[in-house]
Each structure stands twice: as structure tokens, then as C-alpha cells.
């Protein structure tokens, strides 16, 4: 199984961000866990950000949770990730993953007007 994020590296301070990550290998629908997105800010670590299952039920990191809409599709072997209203405090690397598998190699986000 492998994973690869891919977006716009760039965004506009309260626009938001929209990321893909591309499963291939293996199918999102099976029972295989979940899949996550987490990011790492400059110089900071590794926030997780939420998840979707293989049955399509997500969690989302609480302090995150207002702004941000995991979602799927199934067609494409993807899932999506929407991060609203954002700031230059969003600003990481990006990165997809199966619970106990593979990592995407991360995506750098900027947000900067």
C-alpha cells in the first residue's frame, strides 16, 4: 500500500485548505483501520489532525474540530482533506497515513497572503 498527499502549497490567510491523499495497493473500503492526516508545523511536532474509517466514520482532533472536514471517495481511492478559515499558523507539512502502515512522503502547506 502506498499513499501520496497533493495540493496547493499555497494559501490565502481564511481560505481553506484542501488536501488529497491518492491509496493505492489497497482499497480505503476495506477493513484495514484508519486512515489519518497528521501535520508538523515548523520547528514543532506532529499534531494529528483526524481520521476516516474504512466503514466512513471520522474523529477529529478537538481543537481542530470546528474547522476541519475529513472526507472520501471511494471511486478514487481517496480521501480529503478540508481545513477552513486558516492562518499562517497552519502552516506545516502535511502528511497521510494508515494506522499501522504506510505514510504519504508530506506536503509543505504555506498560508500567506
Known amino acids: 500500500v502506498q499513499l501520496q498527499e497533493s495540493g496547493p502549497g499555497l494559501v490565502k490567510p481564511s481560505q481553506t485548505l484542501s488536501l488529497t491523499c491518492t491509496v493505492s495497493g489497497g482499497s480505503i473500503t476495506t477493513n484495514s483501520g484508519s486512515y489519518n492526516w497528521v501535520r508538523q508545523p515548523p520547528g514543532k511536532g506532529l499534531e494529528w489532525i483526524g481520521n476516516i474509517y474504512y466503514s466512513g466514520n471520522t474523529n477529529y482532533n478537538p481543537s481542530l474540530k470546528s474547522r476541519t472536514s475529513i472526507s472520501r471517495d471511494t471511486s478514487k481511492n481517496q480521501f480529503t482533506l478540508q481545513l477552513s478559515s486558516v492562518t499562517p499558523e497552519d502552516t506545516a507539512v502535511y502528511y497521510c497515513?494508515?494506522?499501522?502502515?504506510?505514510w504519504g512522503q508530506g506536503t509543505q502547506v504555506t498560508v500567506s497572503s
Open positions: 497515513f494508515r494506522w499501522g502502515g504506510p
